[in-house]
């Protein structure tokens, strides 16, 4: 299974944040965003981060004052940082904090992409996730219930394939099922967003096909994963009733 990298975004242009977190979501990148120096302090301080992406001028708190800040918990994680100010003063502040790029604005979000890609491991590095398209199918085990797989990564489209699926298996098979085995590959947890995305499936299945989580049956190499990657998140709602390989 190849890891997700958390990357911290420190941005007060709403918009420009939202464009890079809509091209970071096509890749093994779980991105979070914060508005100013001051929020991102305390991310860094309670979140472990792989690189953080900063503009300098903000409000509140810069991004030069959070860096110095936060030199504690980013020791030797890349650091980049942005600016629309060509200013000397800044360029030689973000040079004594040692910084690992200097990106000038206006910068587009596919370029942000490349130059965080060339600071991070190179094995696996980035991954872009449409080499893994969705694939969900079912078959009838007979009076044993039913078995529903997911392979490749879930999408922005997850959760309506989904349900088209559970409608399709409803008019086939029925409800009230004896069982469902619920496998789940690897590659669907390439994606970070993915626990969250089958927490919802499972409530889906659960609700429209009257199966309670006892009689859900996970499998699959995901479920191994997802154990270590995402701990108790894991284990709760629906994810904590079903049974697990």
Same mark, same amino acid.
């Given at each position: 299974m190849i890891?997700? *990298?958390r990357i911290l975004l420190v941005e007060d242009d709403p918009g420009f944040a939202e464009s890079v977190m809509r091209v970071f979501a096509a890749f093994n990148i779980l991105l979070d965003s914060a508005t100013d120096g001051r929020v991102a302090l305390i991310w860094v301080r309670s979140r472990p *981060?792989?690189?953080v992406i900063t503009d300098l001028r903000m409000p509140i708190v810069g991004g030069l004052a959070f860096i110095e800040s936060a030199t504690a918990f980013l020791t030797g994680k890349p650091v980049l940082v942005m600016t629309a100010s060509n200013q000397r003063e800044d360029v030689l502040s973000a040079r004594e904090l040692k910084v690992d790029d200097y990106i000038t604005k206006p910068v587009?979000?596919?370029e942000l992409v490349l130059r965080l890609a060339r600071k991070l491991p190179a094995t696996p590095g980035l991954v872009p996730l449409q080499r893994f398209p969705l694939q969900i199918h079912y078959k009838s085990l007979g009076s044993a219930g039913v078995s529903i797989s @997911?392979?490749?990564v879930p999408g922005p489209d997850f959760e309506k394939a989904f349900g088209d699926m559970l409608a399709d298996l409803r008019n086939h098979l029925g409800t009230d099922l004896a069982s469902v085995e619920f496998q789940v590959a690897s590659e669907f947890g390439y994606d970070p967003r993915s626990i969250y995305a089958l927490e919802k499936a499972l409530d889906l299945l659960s609700r429209r096909l009257r199966?309670?989580?006892?009689r859900i049956h996970l499998s699959g190499g995901y479920w191994d994963d997802a154990r270590e990657t995402h701990g108790d998140e894991a /284990? /709760?709602?629906? @994810?904590?009733?079903?049974?697990?390989?």
């Open positions: 890891p997700f *990298y *981060y792989d690189a587009k979000p596919s @997911l392979e490749g199966v309670p989580g006892p /284990r /709760r709602g629906i @994810l904590g009733s079903v049974r697990w390989p």
